[in-house]
């Protein structure tokens, strides 16, 4: 009996260990593994497991992404570098003549402007100034402010304000803007509404002398920008209250601007201001000149803060003014001006990606304070908000 169930129990086992192996070989003719990778060299059969070595099998090849996702600019203008989870995207090799760079260059530090000095770059943005100056006591030196005073009369060209004026305080509110026609040119105007407050003659308000002109970037690259500028201003302000000067005026010049670090940066312009007629004897030629730098001292997400100071300087040519205490007519030509400029230029808000400014908002608020004898104004207050586009 013992025998018998020897033979019966290895029968079972044997028919069990068939039947397992005939449902195991079903199975795999219907549904192959998965995670099966179609690689040359690697035999259909032969499952793949990632290198981790966790012992999971792949589930076919993954998909790469179509586009990397955009890494967020970063505060200090610094070019992206990429994660180790990013292959590092080579740039183009760009000429440091006549071609805008990129990284951190001009084109992450265009924020870095003056307070007074007229940037280099051209760019797209409107601009709200105000201006605030006191102790203007030549207004009609050159006709720059004033025209002829109209205490020359019977004189035909004495078309400026009636009484003799020994000192001038005014506001000035005006409306800027600037749009690039190309990567290297802009077109900008000015729209003043001057509020006008003497010593002697009536307090007027009203249209300024309003301007409008070119500014072309004859070099542009990363570290250096320098551009032709053409100003025209037109003589919209009414004469007889200086709120204008009664001339036309045309003014060609040359604006620079170097970036010396992601953090410092250094400007200046040169100027001839000439006038399209003589409408009064007055009318003269001037040079305007200036030098200037700025650098940032804190940064972050909210913005930047940046202390700006300049020097600016005008060099009149030709032309007359009128000395009060001696009641007459006398030379402007050689009277030189030169004003030293102090400020802060406020960022608003974080850096954008594509963006070429340092942020899309700024704010400046600065002083302005005469060194020489001759002056146009003793101080100046300005306050301005700027919008890049």
């Known amino acids: 009996m013992s025998l ?30 998965p995670g099966l990778l179609d690689v ?19 589930h076919g090849p993954r998909a790469m992404p179509s586009q990397y996702p955009c890494t967020p600019c970063p505060v200090t203008g610094e070019p992206v570098m990429g994660t180790p989870t990013q292959p590092v995207v080579q740039q183009p090799n760009l000429p440091d003549f006549g071609n805008r760079g990129g990284g951190a260059g001009i084109g992450s530090e265009v924020g870095l402007d003056g307070g007074y000095i007229e940037n280099a770059i051209p760019r797209s943005m409107l601009r709200l100034r105000f201006d605030s100056g006191y102790g203007n006591n030549r207004p009609d030196r050159g006709n720059f402010f004033y025209a002829k005073c109209g205490c020359f009369r019977p004189q035909r060209d004495a078309i400026g304000v009636p009484l003799v004026e020994r000192n001038v305080d005014y506001q000035e509110l005006t409306a800027s803007g600037e749009v690039l026609v190309t990567d290297r040119m802009s077109a900008f105007f000015d729209l003043p509404f001057r509020f006008i407050n003497p010593t002697a ?21 990363q570290n250096r920008v320098v551009s ?71 940064q972050g997400q909210w913005g930047y803060v940046a202390p700006v100071v ?72 300005r306050l301005e908000y700027r919008r890049n586009f």
């Not at 400020?343 to 002083?367: E, M, N």
Request: charged share 15%; hydrophobic share 40%; with cysteine.
């Open 201 to 221: 003659n009536r307090n007027d308000s009203g249209l300024g002398d309003v301007a409008f002109g070119l500014k072309y970037a004859v070099i542009y690259n």
């Open 310 to 381: 300049e020097l600016v300087g005008w060099s009149v040519l030709s032309g007359q003014q009128l000395d009060p205490d001696q009641l007459r007519n006398v030379r402007a030509a050689g009277d030189t001006i030169v004003n030293a400029k102090f400020g802060l230029r406020i960022g608003i808000g974080a850096p954008a990606c594509g963006s070429q400014y340092l942020t899309k908002s700024d704010l400046y608020i600065g002083y302005g304070r005469a060194l020489t004898g001759e002056v146009w104004y003793k101080d100046l207050v």
């Open 228 to 298: 032709l500028f053409a100003r025209f201003q037109a003589p919209s302000g009414q004469i007889s209250t200086g709120l204008g000067n009664g001339n036309w005026w045309f003014e060609p010049g040359l604006l620079w601007q170097e970036q010396l670090s992601q953090k410092w940066s250094a400007f200046g312009e040169f100027r001839f201001q000439m006038p399209l007629g003589l409408r009064t004897d007055f009318t003269g030629n001037m040079l305007r000149y200036g030098l200037g730098t700025s650098y940032i001292v804190a």
């Open 40 to 58: 040359p060299g690697i035999a259909a059969q032969e499952p793949v497991t990632p290198a981790s070595g966790f012992g999971q099998r792949l």
């Open 4 to 33: 018998f169930r020897k033979l019966f129990r290895t029968a079972a086992v044997s028919a069990a260990v068939v039947a397992g192996a005939s449902s195991v070989s079903a199975q795999d003719a219907v549904a192959p593994a």
